[in-house]
C-alpha cells in the first residue's frame, strides 16, 4: 500500500501550456505539502494544506494554484508554465503540528516537470 | 532568519569505515529536528525526529543526536546500501527548512 502517491511521475510539456499534478494519501494525515526541488537538489516548501485550509504560502508565483478537495487529496496546478518551472515536485503529508511539537513528514516519489 | 546549513557536501568512505554528518541549525523555538534519506530518482524518506537537546535516536547503523546548536548523524560500519543523500531539516515557527544534505557514497 503507497502511504503518498503522485501522478503523473514524469511530465513533459511545453512552454505557456497549463498542467496539473495529483497527490494522495492513505495515512489518515490533517496536513498535506507541496516542495519543490531544483536541479541542485535543494528542497523548499511552496505550500501547506491543513484540513482542506491553506496555512503555508510561500513565495510562489500566481501561476502555481494547490487545490484540495479533501483531507486526502492535494492538488497543484500550474498555469503557463515556464522554462524555470522545470525541477521535481514533491508532496507530503504529516499529522497537524501541535504548538510545541511538529510531527513528521511522508514524502511521495515526487513528478519530474520538464518544460520545453 | 531560521538556517540550516549541513556539513560535508559529500562523503566517501569504505564499507565498514564509521563517519558522522553534521546539520547545524539557527532557528527561534525548535519544534523538531528531522532526518530523511533520499536515494537517486526517489523522494526523501523519514529517519528520525529529536525535539530536545541531548536527545538521541537509533536505527541499525544509523545514531541521530542532537544539541542547542546541531545535530549529527552517525554512521556505524557503513555498507554500501547506505549510500544516499541525507537531509536534515527544522521546524520552528513556520515551515519546515531543509539543508541542501550530504551526498554520502559507501564502496565496497
Known amino acids: 500500500d503507497t502511504a503518498v502517491s503522485q501522478t503523473p511521475k514524469y511530465l513533459v510539456t511545453q512552454m505557456g501550456n497549463d498542467k496539473s499534478i495529483k497527490c494522495e494519501q492513505n495515512?489518515?494525515?490533517?496536513?498535506m505539502y507541496w516542495y519543490k526541488q531544483d536541479s541542485k537538489k535543494f528542497l523548499k516548501i511552496m505550500f501547506s494544506?491543513?484540513?482542506?485550509?491553506?496555512?503555508i504560502n510561500e513565495t510562489v508565483p500566481n501561476r502555481f494554484s494547490p487545490k484540495s478537495p479533501d483531507k486526502a487529496h492535494l492538488n497543484l496546478h500550474i498555469n503557463s508554465l515556464e522554462l524555470g518551472d522545470s525541477a521535481v515536485y514533491f508532496c507530503?503529508?504529516?499529522?497537524?503540528?501541535?504548538?510545541?511539537?511538529?510531527?513528521?513528514?511522508?514524502f511521495g516519489p515526487g513528478t519530474r516537470l520538464t518544460v520545453t | 532568519e531560521d538556517q540550516v546549513t549541513q556539513s560535508p557536501e559529500a562523503l566517501r568512505l569504505q564499507e565498514g569505515e564509521s563517519s558522522s554528518l553534521n546539520c547545524s541549525y539557527t532557528v527561534s523555538g525548535l519544534r523538531g529536528l528531522f532526518w530523511y534519506r533520499q536515494d537517486p530518482g526517489k523522494g526523501p524518506e523519514f529517519l528520525f525526529t529529536?525535539?530536545?537537546a541531548g536527545e538521541e535516536k537509533e536505527k541499525e547503523r544509523l545514531k541521530a543526536t542532537l544539541t542547542k546548536k546541531e545535530s549529527f548523524l552517525h554512521i556505524t560500519a557503513p555498507k554500501p546500501e547506505d549510500s544516499a543523500t541525507y537531509l536534515c531539516a527544522v521546524q520552528a515557527s513556520g515551515a519546515l527548512i531543509f539543508g541542501k544534505g550530504t551526498t554520502l557514497s559507501v564502496s565496497s
Open positions: 529529536l525535539y530536545s
Open positions: 495515512l489518515g494525515h490533517d496536513t
Open positions: 507530503a503529508s504529516s499529522h497537524a503540528d501541535r504548538t510545541t511539537k511538529s510531527y513528521e513528514q511522508y
Open positions: 494544506y491543513n484540513n482542506k485550509e491553506l496555512i
